[in-house]
């Protein structure tokens, strides 16, 4: 059975940092595409990043590119998102996600609140 477990969010002043953790289990990890979505109070969740699996190719939403780096380790089944100049418009709740043969598998998610 496919697990995600997020890890490493928490409250963090404006200009801060903080790195994100995802653990997976119950699939062949370096088999698939990695993401980070995440959904504010009130408003539809929205793609941050993603990985490829074999090729590390990255990609990211337009408002975190140059402040988030979405990073994998398959030898240790786990995601990473190190987020770096934080701002209070990043303020979500943060969830890795896996697309595993059509179907979406959702981690329990992280809150990130960016304020002073």
């Known amino acids: 059975q496919v697990q995600l477990v997020e890890s490493g969010g928490g409250l963090v002043q404006p200009g801060g940092s903080l790195r994100l953790s995802c653990a997976a289990s119950?699939?062949?990890?370096?088999?698939?595409?990695m993401s980070w979505y995440r959904q504010a109070s009130g408003k539809e969740r929205e793609l941050v990043a993603f990985?490829?699996?074999?090729?590390?190719?990255?990609n990211y939403r337009d408002s975190v590119k140059g402040r988030f780096t979405i990073s994998r380790d398959n030898a240790k089944n786990m995601v990473y998102l190190q987020m770096n100049s934080l701002k209070p418009e990043d303020t979500a709740v943060y969830y890795c996600?896996?697309?595993?043969?059509?179907?979406?598998?959702w981690g329990q998610g992280t809150q990130v609140t960016v304020s002073s």
């Open positions: 996600k896996a697309r595993i043969r059509g179907s979406d598998y």
């Open positions: 119950g699939f062949t990890f370096s088999s698939y595409v």
């Open positions: 990985i490829t699996s074999s090729d590390g190719v990255r």
